[in-house]
């Protein structure tokens, strides 16, 4: 198989493959015929999978040869019972073996790594509320703010206001809210986001025990509150209440992208809600990304960010608004 490493053959593999995956029993022979391989090369395939404890199944019986000799022929097919490797990891260690994946996406294009992408996909898929590259990402942002303590509208911009209200979220404490129309509410903050083009809080009302949509701007000041607060509503009925806010709007579109580049794939927009987010691959082996999310210069400028790197396959009225972005943007530069 020449001087290149065997695992690195596509030969190696759909040797392998073939073997593996004989649905019928086969002459030998025959076997031979349709992998080109000599007797002998096949018997160290053979050997090889029983090595790696996968022993096919081989019947043999009395026969002649042409010159009339006594010998025996041999018929395989897969094993009656083929291996399941089943891995068991803690969340420690899962979260650990994502942090391989980058090293692991080095192999793009051999001839091994498609068949284990797809395994890792489909894992990843699988244990989506344990993915380690969006939290870390966020992580990262919300390490590298420097958050005060109280902020009132009047001393700061509503970054730093926002800054401190998820400074609160992380801290798990509720907010003493001042808004500029001279109500004062108690609130659990559960996120910060872009609703109808402005920021806004999502929370809890503590008086109430209901979710309400604050916006940033309409906020004066705020200061955390001593009394000790339990959230009331899970992250998935706080995500459906973003939706619904978004859909009495009619601002939420379902956005798909086809992913060329992965690696430089981030989705990880501070203040962005994507709902229903999700990361496939389609029968081409092409990275088809979806998510639902409300138009705005912010995603736009994320989209111009990625460039080539991604292509928008739908909606085609959120891609003539991009476009008429990217010109309007050209314009101011010419």
């Known amino acids: 198989m020449g001087s290149q490493s065997l695992l690195d053959q596509d030969r190696f593999w759909d040797i392998i493959q073939y073997l593996i995956q004989l649905d019928k029993e086969k002459e030998y022979d ?11 090369q096949l018997n160290s395939f053979i050997l090889f999978l029983k090595e790696v404890d ?9 026969g ?12 395989y097919a897969a094993p009656a019972n083929p291996s399941k490797i089943t891995l068991e990891f803690t969340l420690l260690e899962w979260l650990q073996f994502q942090a391989c994946f980058p090293k692991i996406s080095e192999n793009e294009g051999k001839p091994f790594y498609e068949k284990l ?24 942002t919300v390490m590298s703010l420097q958050t005060p303590q109280v902020v009132g509208s009047d001393q700061a911009m509503q970054s730093e206001l926002a800054a401190f209200i998820e400074e609160a ?11 500029k129309e001279g109500q004062k509410i108690s609130v659990f903050p559960r996120k910060v986001v872009f609703l109808d083009g402005a920021l806004s809080l999502v929370g809890e009302e503590v008086q109430d025990n209901c979710l309400i949509n ?3 701007n309409e906020i004066q000041s705020a200061t955390e509150e001593e009394k000790i607060w339990k ?19 009619e601002k939420e579109v379902r956005l798909v992208l086809k992913v060329y580049s992965r690696e430089s794939f981030n989705s990880n927009l501070k203040h962005q809600h994507f709902a229903n987010q999700c990361m496939f691959t389609n029968p081409q082996g092409d990275f088809i990304w979806a998510a639902s999310i409300e138009p705005s210069e912010e995603i736009y ?9 991604v292509e928008i396959l739908d909606p085609v009225g959120f891609k003539k608004e991009f476009l008429k972005y990217c010109e309007a943007k050209l314009k101011k530069l010419a």
């Open 30 to 40: 025959e076997i031979c015929s349709d992998l080109s391989l000599s007797k002998s």
């Open 54 to 62: 996968c022993d096919l199944a081989c019947h043999s019986k009395e």
């Open 64 to 75: 002649h040869s042409k010159e009339g000799h006594s010998e025996k022929e041999r018929r």
């Open 117 to 140: 992408k797809s395994a890792l996909l489909a894992a990843e898929h699988q244990y989506q509320n344990h993915d380690l590259f969006e939290p870390a990402k966020k992580l990262e």
């Open 169 to 179: 979220i992380l801290d798990k404490s509720a907010l003493k809210i001042s808004l």
């Open 214 to 216: 604050v916006g940033i």
């Open 231 to 249: 959230k009331l509503f899970s992250q998935m009925e706080v995500e459906d209440f973003i939706c619904s806010l978004r859909a009495v709007a």
């Open 301 to 309: 400028f994320w989209l111009e960010e990625l460039g080539q790197d």
